[in-house]
């Protein structure tokens, strides 16, 4: 009852995330037919570059599909773009594969009979090649389909819409309905498109060819007649679709458009942002939450597919400019402020009233355990335990690196896990510690530990507006509306602001109106 109530409250989402799911997965199939059945046609005559050919779609198809969308982000930017390559490159081998097999194994004297009644090369292909081999086309097209559909949950991580998006949030929020809200669709998504290619494959499958040819003539015209028009509604629910998107997205050509990293802070604040500038100018603007991480936003940044986001002094000190960590608050600020404007063009407007600082968590009985209130208390016993850090605080200069040096640390084993399931490990008892930033709503929602940086390990860590200089200068209110927003937050405010969202299973949209609607600035 629980799920079903979060279903009906949020319907609206699940429904839109749908259709774009619906869009990209068709667009990027259609694109792989194109590409793909004309490279199949083409190796199935020149012998000599099938190998190649299908070792290269091979090892495309072998490349783990995070790692593509990892290489494709600095060429392609964010969202569908190359989500939309991705699947395409993963769909086409077996299109490419089952379109080679099927002209190829057509038996070779009916080849002959064609030429010897005068029939050219084309014609031979377009009449006795295609339509054979058409059953084989398109059991690779079907393949494809369906393993498209669930690829396309991966556009979620940079900002390219879809069902995937619910999946992500739900991972990382621990929020189990969630998860199932994305998952559920897509595989009932999976499903119809199964269903409806397999409609097309009996369709253009020649009679002779079917197992059921025996069926009454009157029988099978009808059982046709139901497939057509099935496909039939079918296109015209996809056309109305696409219609509808393309309405919409124009309607949003001049918008400003606001993202986020990819966890419940970054969301908030990428609603409450877009809401305040919406509410106090006259500028429209459109939001790209949950991205990914920190250098997937900033490249998008600077690649001008979004206009603004929320970051923090230490992240882009550290891991962006790749300074050497310190604590100084000003100085950090006044650096990053300056290198991002000389640098990339990139205004640093004021810091907001929170320092979402790393620290370090474990559980009340290992704090019990080990009389741990201190990181310093915590080298004593470090030999003893697990950490499951977050994979980019394995990587960051200001990350574990950095906190092991200041104290020391020698911990038993170090497992990365990305995003919120450390949190599911640690309860679990697979792992004794972890990272976290000081506003996490589910260091309440676990009732765990934080230690203190008795030694500042950790730099400054302020919420800072990242804007392009030529969108502040195009819409120049941005900057007072953020800077009197900023100042209407401190730690508490944010912390609680997120555990309405992790524990209390609030829309983070909601959370963000609703607290804007409580102040005045």
């Avoid at 090649?129 to 690829?151: E, F």
């Avoid at 059921?212 to 497939?227: A, E, G, S, T, V």
């Avoid at 911990?411 to 792992?431: C, H, M, Q, W």
């Amino acid at each position: 009852m629980d799920f079903l109530e979060y279903i009906g409250n949020n319907i609206d989402e699940i429904i839109s995330l749908l259709i774009e799911h619906i869009e990209l997965t068709f667009l990027s199939v259609l694109l792989a037919i194109i590409i793909g059945v004309p490279i199949g046609i083409l190796i199935s005559y020149v012998k000599k570059i099938n190998k190649p050919i299908l070792g290269i779609a091979s090892v495309i198809q072998a490349i783990p599909s995070m790692a593509l969308l990892g290489f494709a982000i600095p060429f392609l930017g964010i969202g569908t773009t190359p989500a939309i390559v991705m699947v395409v490159l993963y769909s086409l081998l077996p299109i490419i594969k089952n379109t080679y097999t099927g002209i190829s194994n057509i038996d070779s004297n009916m080849i002959e009979s064609a030429t010897g009644i005068g029939l050219t090369k084309w014609q031979i292909l377009v009449k006795i090649q295609i339509p054979l081999a058409l059953p084989v086309i398109m059991a690779g097209i079907r393949i494809s389909a369906v393993t498209a559909v669930g690829l396309m949950t991966m556009a979620a991580f940079i900002g390219g819409g879809g069902l995937g998006y619910l999946v992500f949030s739900g991972i990382r929020t621990v929020n189990n309905y969630q998860i199932l809200a994305g998952a559920i669709p897509a595989c009932l998504l999976a499903l119809a498109v199964d269903y409806i290619i397999g409609i097309v494959e009996k369709l253009v499958t020649p009679i002779s060819l079917q197992k059921n040819n025996d069926l009454d003539k009157k029988l099978l015209k009808k059982k046709r007649l139901h497939q057509k028009i099935i496909l039939l509604v079918t296109a015209i629910i996809v056309v109305i679709i696409f219609a509808y998107t393309f309405i919409s997205s124009n309607r949003n050509d001049n918008a400003i458009v606001v993202g986020s990293k990819d966890f419940t802070e970054q969301n908030i604040l990428c609603y409450m942002v877009s809401d305040a500038i919406k509410d106090k100018t006259n500028y429209e603007t459109v939001e790209n939450c949950n991205l990914g991480g920190t250098q997937v936003c900033f490249e998008a940044l600077k690649r001008g597919d979004i206009d603004l986001y929320i970051d923090y002094t230490g992240t882009v000190y550290g891991d962006t400019l790749k300074y050497e960590p310190i604590t100084d608050i000003e100085k950090v600020y006044n650096t990053v402020k300056s290198d991002l404007d000389s640098k990339y063009n990139i205004e640093v407007l004021d810091q907001m009233g929170f320092n979402n600082t790393y620290t370090l968590a474990v559980k009340q009985e290992t704090a019990n355990l080990y009389n741990l209130k201190t990181m310093s208390d915590l080298s004593r016993v470090s030999s003893n335990l697990v950490i499951s850090p977050s994979l980019e605080f394995i990587n960051r200069e200001d990350g574990l690196d950095r906190v092991s040096s200041v104290y020391g640390y020698n911990f038993k084993d170090v497992i990365g896990i990305d995003g919120s399931p450390r949190y599911t490990a640690l309860i679990n008892n697979e792992s004794d510690v972890v990272d976290a930033f000081a506003t996490d709503g589910l260091l309440k929602k676990f009732n765990l530990v934080v230690l203190e940086d008795d030694k500042n390990a950790f730099p400054p860590y302020y919420a800072i507006p990242l804007v392009r200089n030529d969108t502040l200068k195009e819409y120049p209110e941005i900057e007072e509306v953020l800077s009197s927003l900023g100042s209407k937050f401190n730690n508490d405010i944010m912390s609680e602001l997120n555990y309405r969202v992790d524990e209390l299973g609030e829309n983070p949209r909601d959370v963000a109106r609703g607290y804007l609607d409580s102040i005045d600035f």
